[in-house]
T-cell receptor, first 119, second 114 residues
């Protein structure tokens, strides 16, 4: 069965600190996709990144970076020099490769990590 | 700008009432989804639809039904609302025929059932 674990329920940092959000996943599939979404206080989830299981290259986008390691089944997210606007709940998610036309496939979300960045 | 809108941000209903939550997307997406979000449980899929008039059960369909008569609109129906359905409901849409495409989310409806 697929599973996504975000062990950190809440993290609090002071502005300009670096912070890493952990995500560990379980799947038996060889082809799968990993996601990070951000949910600011307004409530609307915003897509941040998608990674497929064959691409282990780390990715950097401005202050955001992602570290994908198949050996440890982890897809961690680091925010460098955090800002107050980064305060949000962050969700890691996992999907399989199935194209649906029936009740197959799924997108599994972790329980989220609430990040508070204080000025 | 891509948009998923939900009919209400906040809704208060009484036990036993029939409740309709509406979701509209303007991106011509094939797929639409309804999730509920509860503290400590994350997001759980209730139903999804990959085409007009098509629907599939998600992880927690009990007590809910859906309707998709037009491509842009996906409705979630609580036939007889109960207090354990008090939750945040999120609608999403995506293109393509799989779960691995990016989903676009609406702002959510916080439903309270008294």
């Amino acid at each position: 069965a697929q599973k996504v674990t975000q062990a950190q329920t809440e993290i609090s940092v002071v502005e300009k600190e670096d912070v890493t959000l952990d995500c560990v996943y379980e799947t038996r599939d060889t082809t799968y996709y990993l996601f990070w979404y951000k949910q600011p206080p307004s409530g609307e989830l915003v897509f941040l990144i998608r990674r497929n299981s064959f691409d282990e290259q780390n990715e950097i986008s401005g202050r955001y970076s992602w570290n994908f390691q198949k050996s440890t089944s982890s897809f961690n997210f680091t925010i460098t020099a955090s800002q107050v606007v980064d305060s949000a709940v962050y969700f890691c998610a996992l999907s399989d490769d199935i194209v649906y036309g029936g009740s197959q496939g799924n997108l599994i979300f972790g329980k989220g990590t609430k990040l508070s960045v204080k000025p | 700008d891509v948009k998923v809108t939900q009919s209400s941000r906040y809704l208060v209903k009484r036990t036993g009432e029939k409740v309709f939550l509406e979701c509209v997307q303007d991106m011509d997406h094939e797929n639409m989804f309804w999730y509920r979000q509860d503290p400590g449980l994350g997001l759980r899929l209730i139903y999804f639809s990959y085409d007009v008039k098509m629907k599939e059960k998600g992880d927690i369909p009990e007590g809910y039904s859906v309707s998709r008569e037009k491509k842009e609109r996906f409705s979630l129906i609580l036939e007889s609302a109960s207090t354990n359905q008090t939750s945040m409901y999120l609608c999403a849409s995506s293109s393509g025929g799989s779960f691995y495409n990016e989903q676009f989310f609406g702002p959510g409806t916080r439903l309270t059932v008294l």
